[in-house]
């Protein structure tokens, strides 16, 4: 198939031992953007509506993380926060990139705070999506995205989770994602990264406070208020916690901000990436 049929498929490099599946496009300042942890969750998947937008002033790559997309699945590697973490920066590093700024959805954001606390300096600004990575109960929402079981009309109750608005959630749609959930190797490398019970895999990509707190980096916080997946409250103590962090709330919407309100997350995110404060 051509690059136009399989947009999810981009360039492949070694990052940090790790072959991973990457889209970069735009020139400018380095903006990376770290995925979510849903099933059939690729880069392009989860950031398409915002990539073009972002291009047009910066030099924006979505790799697909280890254990997801069309990245490599390494026989025996245990994935966790740490491994996603140095994939990251192995990406940088491969990219010849001394650091950019980071943009994390959801598990993604996860990623980014242990990016940024591990390595400050790789780290310019940071974008903070219904983020994980501080402590917060296991939402029934979660543990349904989690625990999914393949079929296109449970791939539908997801989708219906993740949006505010219903009426975004089509068949087709439905049908899309769930097709890409079943892609060869996806849905098992998917069931083996959060087993139930899985309150541990929460736990697991939290940040200690006192490192959340020695952030110096511009960040901005966002989340969508009827959010059913992550807790609003995870993004109000993240902003507690970093010093001069603006935070953001989307009301109508859910978790997916970056596609329900797309135009309204793409000047919002382009305005601050470019604030030179």
């Not at 973490?85 to 990219?95: I, P, R, S, W, Y």
């Not at 600004?125 to 939402?139: C, D, E, I, R």
Request: charged share 20%; with cysteine.
């Amino acid at each position: 198939m051509t690059g136009a049929e399989r947009p999810e498929i981009g360039k492949t490099l070694d990052a940090g031992g790790i072959k991973t599946n990457y889209l970069d496009s735009g020139d400018g300042p380095a903006v990376v953007l770290v995925h979510g942890s849903g099933p059939g969750v690729t880069g392009y998947a989860n950031w398409r509506l915002n990539m073009p937008v972002l291009a047009e002033q910066y030099r924006v790559i979505a790799p697909d993380m280890a254990g997801f997309g069309y990245s490599a699945r390494p026989d025996g590697l245990v994935c966790d926060v740490d491994v996603w973490a140095d994939q990251v920066v192995g990406l940088l590093d491969a990219l010849g990139l001394e650091r950019a700024s980071l943009v994390g959805n959801s598990f993604g954001g996860a990623i980014a705070l242990r990016v940024a606390t591990r390595y400050p300096g790789r780290v310019h600004k940071l974008v903070l999506m219904g983020s994980v990575g501080v402590p917060f109960a296991l939402t029934d929402g979660l543990d349904a995205v989690w625990g999914y079981q393949p079929s296109v009309a449970a791939m539908r109750r997801l989708l219906e989770l993740f949006i505010w608005n219903r009426e975004l959630v089509t068949d087709d749609l439905a049908e899309l994602r769930h097709r890409a959930s079943i892609e060869p190797g996806f849905q098992e490398s998917f069931a083996e990264l959060f087993p139930a019970p899985r309150q541990r895999w929460v736990d697991a990509m939290t940040t200690a406070d006192d490192q959340i707190r020695a952030l110096t980096h511009p960040t901005l916080v966002v989340h969508g208020r009827e959010d059913q997946i992550i807790p609003v409250s995870t993004s109000l103590r993240l902003a507690e916690l970093i010093e001069g962090a603006h935070l953001h709330l989307f009301s109508h919407c859910g978790h997916w901000s970056q596609i329900e309100q797309k135009d309204a997350f793409n000047r919002l995110v382009s305005d601050f990436l470019g604030d030179s404060r």
